[in-house]
């Protein structure tokens, strides 16, 4: 009677140990084995599940900036071997300006022991104690022992366990090692630039980001540009300093967004790439995988030349491109020589400050800066000096002043010389004015763009300067179109001074756009600024004969007071983010984060980003004509859709970082997280309230439950 | 053409670019100041001519706790404290769970007896963000010519275990004895470890 007690509650005892996995503060821990007993002398796999709260995270063997790798520490019976811990390959986790590599949600670690050949047959006792940090906003180092009743198997293959799928899962996780592969790499000062063929037939996926085992290495939030090489690729990776000097080798898991070919949907590939002192020029691509990268090369110029050409008809460019109409029309019964030369002129102004513009932007991305399309108006100095010009221009428009010899005004017909150096100012300034207007077909343009080498890059942003040229190039050369305007006579001071309001406009923005970099406060010191610069324009322009000094150090002297007022100081801060409350039909916005997104993502609510700067002219018109609208906030809250807003106004790397992931490096972008789909869809750069309807509407109907948490704020 | 290229160099010059800078191992050491928690200034210049360990800090972290908890922090800052100056650096930011207001860290530094040479608030990160600091605590060493002589770790357990800290070698002091032997600093640079800096 006592014995069979006895084994029952043994039996008991040994049921509850295998089902209780360890739960921690943050983590639900489990330790488990792929079969029910192992084979003397066989691997058998075993797995330590660590299941994290949501927004924990557990590291990988790299862990990145900070974070620590999880450690296992086994007690096996004797004889007994543990492999070295199997890393499912992790993910990229950018907090603040740093990258941790990890996991969220759950991690196996496979680890493989190994019973000695003359192991007796019957149970065993596995004990692991195992140790891991796990952080959201802070950091827990967390630890559990855990244990394992196992058994020894006597020669005939191991039962299954019920966990097969678990591990299989598992293993689909894992880097495959691949052979036969073209790796290699090369040091450069502080850039290491790796090249990876996969062998003859396959393709290397779009888009691929490398994490290296070796820690203090890469520099790890650094982007990693893609180039492409023939079916491979080639990542540029910038490096923390000092570089050591020992490597010999770079080995780490290259890790695809879809997955690489011929290795069933696997996306990690673990591989070493011998250091060598130099690559082969990078070969033209093949078999770019359609339609994860924005398209090849032609495709984006041909974009990038539609794009250019819509530029001109953006709210952005009109103020400039009506100053240049009016020169048209002075010179348009003149000589036509004259003409096409200012028009040439003019282009080449556009298109030196393009490359200069996407040169600086290259040289400052490759430094290791996050940016973006439109970089400079995310500085609050930057606006300050544009507002200024721009005001100034206006006055001299007016009439309040003329540059006199220097630079020819834009409306007296001087010497050649002052003309040319008009057309070319002409040509940057419409260029400056037009970086904030996305034009359709720009975005997709720009963004394939600065993941491609520099020729390539500058050629596309060569040929958006092209296409917004080559309106105002096309007219003057044909002036016959122009030849029907009426002669040039005192209309035109009229014309002069009514093109004055569009640059006052222009000025109205811009202080609006510092406002909401800087606060009200520089606003104030801005339009101050302004005012004492118009003393110095007005001095100049009021004592234009006169042949005193004083005329040059008095304008001199207000002009310089006006620009040290205006100037923003280091110390301004953004305004408050004014906490509106919702009215009944508008959109619910939320502040963005790719945490939020995840979360919400997570959960199964759709997702709908808006991707804006205040200095973003197409963002702002499209949120006034298709966004802030009844209908819109209506299908949204009836889908149960959480609007995000990602605001870009003032420099923020997280956000390059998600436009990056996008394929997109230039404002507007829209981005729809449908539930279940592992890409957004995006949205075009123009939007129309019927566009955004039509969207929202192939979304599934909310839960009711989505829906009242829109509703009731 | 003339402010063509002005304008060009204005974009250039105007432009921050506000990413994780580093203080690299051989190179000058990036200045700073900063307030203490006193609220008066603290520079790197005024500790011209003398080795300098930055130490990064917060004491919600259980990698910090460990260092202090074990009195191992506290051992170094007086060990070295007649020949080195050393400062102790907190970047948390104020909306982070753990941010400590200059009183509160002032009570709980004298609570463990901690005894840096200055504590330097850097509430903005921006100390922080010009020495590349990832972690605390994140240590860093400076030498008498201002060059950085050492970038890395406290010593070589990776743990939050208290107990490991008496087994652990203390690469700090490895560096700093290097140098006062004046001989180079034979591992200047490794990886931290600890809990990610609460930057803004």
Known sequence: MARPLLAAASLLLALAAQAAPVRTEHVEAELLAEAAAAVPGKPATVGLRLRMDKDWHTYWRNPGDSGLPTKIRWTLPEGWQAGPIQWPYPEAQRVGPLMNYGYSGEAMLLVELTPPADAKPGPVAIKADADWLVCKDICIPEKATLTLPFAVEGGSPPAASGNAALFAKARAQLPVAVAGWTAESTLAGAKLTLRVVPPAGAVAPARVMFFPFRENFVDHPAPQALVRDGAGVRLEVKLMEPVPTDVKEVAGLLVAESAWPGHAGRKAVEIAMPVVASLPAPAAPVGVPAGEAGGSLLVALAFAFAGGLLLNLMPCVFPVLGIKVMGFVRHAHGDSRALWMQGAVFSVGVLVSFLVLAGLLLALRAGGAQLGWGFQLQSPAFVTLLAALFFLMALNLFGVFEWGGFAQSMTSSLSAQGRYADAFLAGVLATVVATPCTAPFMGAAVGFTLAQPAPVSLAVFAMLGVGMALPVLALSFFPGALKRLPKPGPWMETFKQVMAFPLFATVIWLAWVLGAQAGNDAVMALLAGLLVLGIGAWIYGRWARSESLLRFVFAALFAAAGLWLAWPGPDAKPGEARAAAVKEGEIAWQPWSPERVAELRASGTPVFVDFTAAWCVTCQVNKRVALNRDEVARALADRGVVALKADWTNHDPRITAALAELGRNALPVYALYAPGQAQPKLLPEVLTVSLVLDELSRLPAARPAAASTLTQR | ?200
């Open chain 2, 1 to 200: 053409m003339k402010r063509a290229s002005l304008l060009a160099l204005s974009v250039a010059s105007l432009f921050s670019t506000a990413a994780l800078a580093a203080a690299v191992v051989g190179q000058p050491a990036p200045a700073f100041t900063a307030t203490d928690l006193a609220g008066k200034p603290v520079s790197l210049a005024d500790f011209k001519g003398k080795t300098v360990v930055l130490e990064w800090h917060n004491f919600g972290c259980p990698f910090v706790q460990k260092h202090y908890k074990s009195g191992n922090m506290q051992a170094l800052q007086k060990k070295y404290g007649t020949e080195v100056v050393w400062l102790t650096v907190n970047s948390t930011n104020s909306g982070h769970q753990d941010y400590q207001s200059p009183a509160q860290l002032t009570k709980a530094l004298a609570e463990f007896g901690a005894a840096p040479t200055r504590f330097v608030m850097d509430e903005p990160g921006s100390v922080g963000l010009a020495y590349g600091a990832k972690v605390t605590p994140h240590m860093y060493v400076i030498d008498p010519s201002g060059k950085v002589a050492y970038n890395g770790a406290i010593d070589d357990k990776r743990s939050a275990n208290v107990e490991d800290v008496k087994t652990a070698k203390n690469l700090v002091v490895a560096a700093l004895e290097e140098m006062k032997a004046g001989k180079p600093v034979s591992n200047a640079s490794n990886a931290p470890y600890g809990c990610t800096i609460k930057y803004r």
